[in-house]
């Protein structure tokens, strides 16, 4: 079965330190993997998906099949990205999400 | 742009009673997923549909139930509450289903007491 592993509950850093939310992932196909932020009674909104090779608000994931993660990386936190980080994984032939079980992320100024 | 909406955003109910919650999915989305997140846990899905039809089903009691209408908006129908109910209740949509990207509502808060 699928499944997603985020080991750190909670990651408190100091404003422009950088930033490592680490992801791991069971399964022996092809998952869609993605980071979803939740701000401070906000819903849950897509941060970015490893399909998209994007960077979004200064946040890049790579997914590294071999150790199977997927660390959501940032190089300088800022106080704004303090938020419930999710990772979660989506199989190719369902739809539904497996969400990891978050890591709050605290940045300090 | 419209976002997924969700009604009622806070509900408390009484042990043994029914509840009812909606989701108004972004216009032009045929997909449309529940997810459970207890307090302190990750959201857990628990059904999804497309184009009216259930798609994938995952940890939902019996006890639930849950259709997606015409106008594709989704009913998520709880009886026999128990306290272990209490819970943020997630609706998400998405254009075509897999592999698309899912957008979510604010969520529900149930309380039941």
């Known amino acids: 079965a699928q499944r997603v592993t985020q080991p750190e509950k909670l990651l408190s850093v100091f404003k422009g330190a950088p930033v490592e939310l680490k992801c791991n992932y069971s399964y022996s196909g092809s998952p869609e993997l993605f980071w979803y932020v939740q701000y401070s009674r906000q819903r849950l909104q897509l941060l970015l998906r490893h399909i998209s090779r994007e960077s979004i608000k200064g946040f890049t994931a790579d997914l590294n099949k071999g150790e199977t993660s997927f660390h959501l990386k940032k190089p300088f936190a800022q106080e704004e990205d303090s938020a419930m980080y999710y990772c979660?994984?989506?199989?190719?032939?369902?739809?539904?999400?497996?969400f990891g079980t978050g890591t709050r992320l605290q940045v300090f100024p | 742009a419209a976002g997924v909406i969700q009604s009622p955003r806070h509900l408390i109910k009484e042990k043994r009673e029914t509840a009812t919650l909606k989701c108004y999915p972004i216009?032009?989305?045929?997909?449309v997923y529940w997810y459970q997140q207890g307090p302190g846990q990750d959201p857990q899905f628990l059904i999804s549909?497309?184009?009216?039809?259930?798609?994938d089903k995952g940890s939902i009691p019996d006890r639930f139930s849950a259709q997606q209408f015409s106008d594709y908006h989704s009913e998520l129908n709880m009886s026999s509450l128990e306290l272990g109910d209490s819970a943020l209740y997630f609706c998400a949509s998405s254009a075509t289903g897999v592999g698309d990207t899912q957008y979510f509502g604010p969520g529900t808060r149930l309380t039941v007491l």
């Open positions: 979660a994984s989506q199989h190719h032939n369902t739809d539904k999400l497996i």
């Open positions: 216009p032009r989305h045929d997909t």
């Open positions: 549909f497309y184009e009216k039809m259930q798609s």
